[in-house]
């Protein structure tokens, strides 16, 4: 199968105070077509910087990122590539469809088609009726929803997805995931998300990349074989989950005791 | 407390400060203690005396005080007699300020846009901005009378003088503090960088643009009206300058009022466009 994300010997040093801090250091993964990767790790161990880094958004300090197996570019990045952020960035001035619409206008596509694809974008993410409210009258699940089809309109095949739901409430989240995997049933990007939500990442992902505390380095994988298509709530209530997931709590509490030291 | 008890006690005391106005001096001879001096109808007229005034300049009455008819030409005949009467004064400083606010803050926004994106044109200019932000604006006004005569032009110079750096600050400020995960977002959405000014860096500055422009109307009228204090032909500043020169109370105040009327209408109109164009703000923060 194809590569789609590839980085080799990744790294990144901040310099904090006149001196170097190694955030991230020596991350090799490789992400196939089609696959879900959750990237997992306790705060603050370098998993926003590593998805930056691939989105164009961080330059990298050593290493190499292939997208496609091309090296990336900084001043163009990809078309195949949408990134939702862990923080709420919608645009405030404009309502929900000017907001899931906006790519569609940056590519110059014409007024009609753009409703079109924006109405059948709201309804998949279940905001019909609110096209022509301002974000900071939605609810943050509903903000996080529209948020996902501004990316999505633009039928992206390659997702980096930073904690996108880490500020909602357990049951918010759980319907996020109910979205997001039927989407993604449809669709079958390639996913690379980042969460320090065990939970998220069993019920989403194909593969778990465990990160150690600061600096990052790549502690172990996991792979999720749960079959598909899953339900976020019923899934939970398997053995094989329960199993998976107390064996993931160890390694990755671990990590969370090292966090907290530093 | 209810509306109507608000509006009572409103009324009460605009009629309060009428009647005081109107009557308070006639008791000076007696009670001298008490009735300051500063309420001698000489330096500020009187209510009936401002009305009177006002009917006459504006020629809705003529020297008999009998209501001029608009049919047989005494009205049109009243207002040609003199060329800054009321309403000629009025419309003269209106078109004035309104020039002076919007050539300053269209300037002051494009200014404040370049210099609040680019730190090398700020490192540049810096020094320049403060320099000319300390002198006191009033200070240049005989100058710029002196430079661009005694036409428009000086009072939308000086209203524009008044206005630029008001709107520049807070556009600089505006432009200096747009959401940089806003302009990520754009950017990873497939914006070029002249998409992402005009799609992300203008709209979010516009708010504290708007922010700006209550104060920035106000501005400019203060700045006509000081032109016109200075060297005019006509506008309301100098129907005051010339009422004041033959010592008519009645007259200044007429002109004052009509500022205030022009103030809050402005104003309100100003506000109201910014509540408009400000609504995907949140509710509080837009009604402020
Ligand atoms: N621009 C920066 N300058 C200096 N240090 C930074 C910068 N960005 C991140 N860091 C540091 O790098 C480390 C990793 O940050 P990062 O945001 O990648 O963590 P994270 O794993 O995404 O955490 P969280 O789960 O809390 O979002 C942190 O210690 C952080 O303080
Ligand atoms: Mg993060």
């Known amino acids: ?39 997992l790790g ?58 899931i619409g906006y790519a569609l206008e940056l590519a110059g596509v014409a007024a009609d088609e753009r409703r079109e694809r924006t109405q059948t974008a709201l309804a998949q993410a279940g905001l019909q009726g609110f096209g022509h409210y301002y974000p900071t009258s939605l609810s943050g699940g509903m903000r996080q929803r529209a948020a996902l089809m501004r990316t999505l309109i ?20 759980l319907e996020m995931h109910r979205v997001l995997l039927n989407i993604w049933e449809r669709e079958k990007q390639t996913v690379l998300f980042v969460t320090h939500d065990l939970g998220e990442a069993l019920t989403l992902s194909d593969r778990i ?11 172990e994988e996991f792979t999720v074989d749960f079959p598909r298509p899953r339900d976020a709530v019923t899934l939970r209530e398997t053995p094989a989950y329960a199993a998976l997931f107390s064996r993931i709590w160890h390694s990755l509490g671990e990590e969370f005791v090292k966090g907290a030291q530093a | ?28 001879d007696r009670l001298p203690w008490l009735v300051p001096e500063l309420l001698d109808p000489y330096f500020v007229s009187k209510p009936s005396a401002i009305y009177d005034q006002f009917l006459h300049a504006s020629c809705l009455v003529d020297k008999r005080g009998i209501w001029n008819d608009w049919g047989n030409g005494q009205f049109s005949k009243c207002m040609a007699r003199s060329e800054n009467n009321l309403w000629v004064a009025t419309l003269i400083t209106l078109k004035n300020t309104l020039a002076g606010f919007a050539v ?22 810096q020094p320049f901005i403060v320099a000319a932000n300390s002198i006191p604006r009033i200070a240049l006004a005989p100058i710029i009378i002196l430079a661009f005569g005694l036409g428009d032009a000086s009072k939308i110079v ?31 959405l497939g914006a070029s960088e002249w998409q992402i000014t005009r799609t992300v860096i203008v709209p979010s500055t516009m708010a504290w643009l708007f922010a700006s422009l209550t104060p920035a ?47 809050v209408i402005l104003a309100t109109i100003v506000r109201r466009v910014q509540n408009h164009l400000l609504r995907w703000r949140p509710q509080s923060a837009a009604n402020l």
């Open chain 1, 1 to 39: 199968m194809t590569i789609r994300i590839e980085t080799r010997d990744l790294g990144k040093t901040f310099a904090v105070d006149g001196r170097d801090m190694r955030a991230v250091d020596g991350v090799s993964l490789a992400i196939r077509e089609g696959e879900f990767v959750a990237l």
């Open chain 1, 42 to 99: 306790p705060s603050g161990c370098g998993k926003s910087t590593i998805l930056n880094m691939i989105a164009t958004l961080l330059p990298n300090s050593s290493g190499e990122i292939l997208v496609d197996g091309q090296p990336i570019d900084r001043r163009r990045p990809s078309r195949n590539v949408g990134y939702v952020f862990q923080r709420d960035t919608l645009f405030p001035w404009r309502t929900v469809q000017a907001n």
């Open chain 1, 154 to 173: 633009v039928q992206p095949q390659i997702l980096l997805m930073d904690e996108p739901f880490g500020a909602l409430d357990t049951h918010t989240k």
């Open chain 1, 209 to 219: 990349i465990l990160l150690s505390a600061r600096p990052g380095r790549i502690k």
């Open chain 2, 1 to 28: 407390m209810s509306r109507l008890t608000i509006l009572l006690w409103q009324v009460a005391i605009a009629l309060g400060l009428a009647v005081v106005w109107e009557w308070g001096y006639s008791l000076h």
């Open chain 2, 104 to 125: 300053g803050t269209t300037s002051g926004f494009v200014l404040g846009l370049a210099l609040g994106r680019s730190d090398r044109l700020t490192a540049i200019f």
């Open chain 2, 158 to 188: 000086t209203a524009w003088l008044v206005v630029v750096f008001l709107v520049f600050f807070n556009t600089f400020e505006g432009a200096r503090s747009v959401d940089r995960d806003h302009i990520s977002a754009a950017r990873l």
């Open chain 2, 217 to 263: 109307i106000s501005f400019a009228l203060i700045g006509v009206i000081l032109g016109e204090f200075i060297g005019a032909q006509q506008g309301i500043g100098r129907m005051i300058i010339e009422a004041e020169a033959r010592g008519e109370a009645a007259g200044m105040m007429v002109a004052v009022f009509v500022l205030m009327i022009v103030g």
